[in-house]
C-alpha cells in the first residue's frame, strides 16, 4: 500500500512549547527573541510561532564532542550584546 497523503507542514510551536521542546523556560526565550540570540520564529495574526526544524538547527549550533572542541556556531545566553559581536559576562 501506498501512503498517498500530502506532506504534513511543519509543526509550529507556541513560546511555552517551545521552550520545552529545548530545555528552556519560556521567559528565557522571549529573551533570546527580543535579544535576537534566539531560534528564528514567526508572527501570525500576533502570535508568536517556532517551527520544530528552526528550534532543532539553533540547538544544533551548540553541538560539541568534548570541551576543548570549538565547534562550529555559538549559542549565546539571553543577553543583551554590549557592542556588536562581544556580550556582557556578567
Do not use: C
Not at 517551545?18 to 522571549?30: D, K, M, Y
Not at 510561532?49 to 544544533?60: E, H, I, K, S
Amino acid at each position: 500500500m501506498t501512503d498517498i497523503s500530502p506532506a504534513m507542514p511543519p509543526r509550529m510551536l507556541r513560546t511555552p512549547e517551545a521552550a520545552r521542546f529545548l530545555g528552556l523556560s519560556g521567559r528565557t526565550l522571549e529573551k533570546h527573541r527580543t535579544y535576537g540570540t534566539g531560534p528564528s520564529y514567526k508572527k501570525i495574526g500576533g502570535r508568536v510561532v517556532y517551527a520544530v526544524g528552526d528550534l532543532q538547527t539553533w540547538a544544533d549550533r551548540g553541538a560539541r564532542t568534548s570541551t576543548s572542541e570549538p565547534g562550529v556556531g555559538v549559542v549565546h545566553p539571553a543577553r543583551r550584546p554590549r557592542e556588536a559581536g562581544t556580550w556582557n559576562r556578567g
